[in-house]
């Protein structure tokens, strides 16, 4: 099924990411971390459908995304800081693999932060544990929604950047040893959204580290 949804507010929240708001309808429901299939309904875009995640909550009134634009690259993502108040889109159906399993580690890479910003808000309003995010991005400049991450009591961020030098950001990547410093429970649900390389490395580095495959959540075929 397909739903049209209606731009209420828009957000720049990063040099290059947004934050966008539409009405919710009555029949559209979801799980936390889920995603639907967006696209534009403006000449050209229509057809050009993309896979965005919702960062509300499944309880919330309205629909929130936030989304990373590449002005380079032709089409959905590249329209986005030009999208209007009352602009619509069209939204299948929610479907996706990484979904609520509790709290636990999560690794996010650049926009593969979406789907936990949704889980970890629901999981805090729950009051459900505490959870651990360690989120890698090029620069400080690129952390998605840093400043909630540092006031949400019930999450521990370890913010991760390739260059830049600022306090309380580690500079390098995530591997073995910086997993085997900041994780000591291996019997735990652990997260993993980002590029397909970041997802492969991570993966790799914690079964380095001795976390079985049945305790990783990814997508499907990833």
Not at 147 to 167: H, I, L, R
Request: include cysteine.
């Amino acid at each position: 099924m397909t739903h049209t949804l209606t731009l209420q507010e828009i957000e720049q929240v990063t040099p290059d990411t947004y934050r966008l708001m539409f009405n919710r309808p009555e029949d559209f429901s979801f799980e936390a971390g889920q995603a639907t299939e967006m696209a534009i309904l403006k000449d050209g875009l229509r057809d050009e459908g993309r896979k965005f995640t919702m960062t509300s909550r499944p309880g919330d009134p309205h629909l929130e995304f936030v989304i990373k634009s590449y002005p380079d690259h032709e089409g959905v993502t590249a329209e986005i800081p030009n999208l209007q108040m009352t602009d619509q889109v069209s939204a299948t159906d929610p479907f996706g693999a990484i979904t609520d399993h509790g709290p636990g580690v999560f690794l996010a890479g650049g926009a593969g932060i979406t789907p936990f910003i949704s889980i970890l808000r629901k999981q805090q309003q729950e009051g459900a544990g505490e959870a651990r995010l360690i989120f890698a991005n090029k620069s400080p400049e690129d952390i998605i929604l840093r400043d909630m991450w540092q006031s949400m009591a019930s999450v521990d961020e370890t913010f991760v950047v390739d260059e830049g030098d600022a306090p309380d950001i580690r500079t390098g990547h995530i591997d073995k040893p910086m997993l085997e410093e900041l994780i000591d429970e291996k019997d735990q649900p652990f997260y993993i959204c980002g590029p397909h390389p970041f997802v492969d490395a991570v993966r790799d580095a914690l079964g380095d580290i001795g976390v079985a495959d049945d305790r990783i959540v990814t997508e499907k075929g990833w």
